[in-house]
């Protein structure tokens, strides 16, 4: 790829270099969600004005010598120990000097802005050493109220190199002030920046900490889907992404009218049924991100839309298991209205087990509720289906064959477990409909419809709103 400017930094390739480091300091699942750590590092340099001193400090992180990561090791975990001494280090005949709390606040930004995830037990915290040092890794530039980073919205889509060009170029006509942005798909985060007074776009990619410079729209188009395809020699048409937007508190108010903007161009198109099917490389489609996002009115479009809804990436994430561990209520009770399966596994855990294991209590109740609904439904189903097949001989005549065999079907399914969730039970059972001209099926259909209005009632309550 051709590049049009880059920061020349002599770094070694890849990220294991700086994940070796950060083991070796007694950082735990730094491989795991580091790319998420080193974008909301470089958004806050970018928003503190404070690129070049991030691109310096990753150049003397790479030289550091054992002796010297030593230094930087807390000799009490327990205390928020900091080392006041200086590093110098001299690169292309030019002295570099930091000292050694920088670099360790450096350190401890990144492992607290990895995705929770991977942080299995502990409830939306890291731990509790990390949350104090939370004071140290932000710029000081940023610690005033003025000016500290504001996310002001975020948007999802599904880009070609194509349409990816018309989404940055709206943006470079609308856009006033200076804006960071988080764009992450289902298995990968970066940082891209733009400075408007430059007309300038940055890049920070974890897999390639060599921050890049842009002003041709093609090329930086065509880097951001290398990100996000790991530089992939295939011939990929779409990438799905989410796109976080931050700048300075004092100018968020700016950029949400800049954005509106954009919104009102219509850039992204509409939600229509080919968008709603669009996968990425890794298996997520638009509506996985969407659910992982937190926007529930784009799920519930994207579903009506004919969106997959128990589509599963490569790590075995579906969009309820992801909605469930971010701890998205609106969009969980959304996924599950419309049959999402809740009994599917990721890594051998059922979304409420991660429920469980994220503290969301509300969204335990919620899939509680779902399961409670279902085990009714079957009993239902069950018992009205046997004495229908026992004692109907209008089934059971030459006329009805398609009936049956529509509910043979369905009682085929019914016992291989494909069907999950009351959801998928109503549609099966509501296609009976069709053929039953002597409406034998209609109690059943009444006692399911009646039963889910029932509950549906008694918790409406306890239903959050979209």
């Known amino acids: 790829m051709a590049e049009e400017g880059s920061y020349n930094l002599d770094l070694p390739s890849g990220q294991d270099w700086l994940i070796d480091k950060m083991s070796n300091l007694g950082y735990l699942d730094v491989g795991e969600g580091i790319c998420f750590g080193v974008a909301s590092m470089a958004m806050q340099a970018f928003l503190s004005d404070d690129l070049d001193n991030f691109n310096n400090r990753l150049l003397v992180i790479s030289r550091l010598k054992k002796a010297e990561l030593d230094a930087l090791a807390p000799k009490d975990p327990h205390n928020n120990f900091r080392n006041y001494s200086r590093l110098d280090i001299e690169v292309g005949?030019?002295?570099?000097?930091?000292?050694?709390?920088?670099?360790?606040?450096?350190?401890?930004?990144?492992?607290?802005?990895?995705?929770?995830?991977?942080?299995?037990?502990?409830?939306?915290?890291?731990?509790?050493?990390?949350?104090?040092?939370?004071?140290?890794?932000?710029?000081?530039?940023?610690?005033?109220?003025r000016f500290k980073p504001k996310l002001v919205t975020g948007i999802c889509g599904a880009y070609d190199e194509k349409s990816l060009v018309s989404f940055l170029s709206k943006l470079q006509g609308h856009i006033m002030v200076p804006v960071a942005l988080i764009l992450n798909s289902s298995n990968h985060v970066i940082n891209v920046n733009y400075n408007p007074y430059s007309k300038e776009w940055s890049l920070i990619d974890a897999n390639d900490l060599s921050c890049q410079k842009y002003q041709s729209l093609n090329e930086f188009a065509k880097a951001i889907i290398l990100a996000f395809t790991f530089n992939s020699l295939e011939k990929v048409r779409e990438v799905v992404l989410n796109t976080s937007f931050f700048t300075n508190e004092n100018r968020s108010y700016e950029l949400k009218q800049n954005i509106s903007e954009v919104c009102d161009s219509n850039v992204w198109g509409s939600l229509n049924k080919q968008v709603a099917r669009i996968e990425d490389s890794s298996g997520a489609n638009l509506l996985y991100?969407?659910?992982?996002?937190?926007?529930?009115?784009?799920?519930?479009?994207?579903?009506?839309?004919?969106?997959?809804?128990?589509?599963?990436?490569?790590?075995?994430?579906?969009?309820?298991?992801?909605?469930?561990?971010?701890?998205?209520?609106?969009?969980?009770?959304?996924?599950?209205?419309?049959?999402?399966?809740?009994?599917?596994?990721?890594?051998?855990?059922?979304?409420?087990?991660?429920?469980?294991?994220?503290?969301?209590?509300?969204?335990?109740?919620?899939?509680?509720?779902?399961?409670?609904?279902?085990?009714?439904?079957?009993?239902?189903?069950?018992?009205?289906?046997?004495?229908?097949?026992?004692?109907?001989?209008?089934?059971?005549?030459?006329?009805?064959?398609?009936?049956?065999?529509?509910?043979?079907?369905?009682?085929?399914?019914?016992?291989?477990?494909?069907?999950?969730?009351?959801?998928?039970?109503?549609?099966?059972?509501?296609?009976?409909e069709k053929y039953d001209k002597s409406k034998i099926f209609s109690p059943l259909i009444k006692r399911i419809d009646d039963l889910e209005l029932k509950e549906n009632k008694n918790d409406s309550s306890k239903k959050p709103k979209l």
Not at 127 to 135: C, G, M, V, Y
Not at 349 to 372: C, M, N, Q, W, Y
Request: net charge neutral.
């Open 93 to 145: 005949g030019c002295d570099i000097s930091f000292p050694l709390w920088d670099m360790q606040a450096f350190f401890d930004g990144i492992s607290l802005y990895q995705s929770p995830g991977v942080y299995e037990g502990i409830p939306l915290v890291v731990n509790q050493l990390l949350r104090d040092a939370e004071k140290y890794v932000i710029p000081t530039k940023l610690e005033t109220e």
């Open 289 to 432: 991100i969407a659910a992982k996002s937190g926007y529930a009115d784009v799920v519930q479009k994207l579903l009506d839309n004919g969106a997959k809804i128990d589509i599963t990436t490569e790590f075995g994430a579906t969009p309820l298991s992801v909605a469930v561990i971010e701890g998205h209520l609106n969009v969980v009770s959304e996924l599950l209205d419309k049959g999402a399966d809740f009994t599917l596994t990721c890594h051998d855990k059922t979304p409420k087990h991660f429920a469980k294991i994220f503290g969301h209590k509300d969204i335990v109740d919620l899939i509680s509720r779902h399961e409670g609904l279902m085990e009714k439904a079957k009993l239902i189903f069950a018992e009205q289906t046997e004495n229908i097949i026992k004692h109907s001989s209008f089934l059971h005549s030459k006329n009805n064959t398609e009936l049956k065999t529509k509910l043979f079907n369905i009682l085929n399914n019914y016992s291989k477990r494909k069907i999950r969730t009351l959801f998928i039970l109503k549609k099966y059972i509501h296609s009976l």
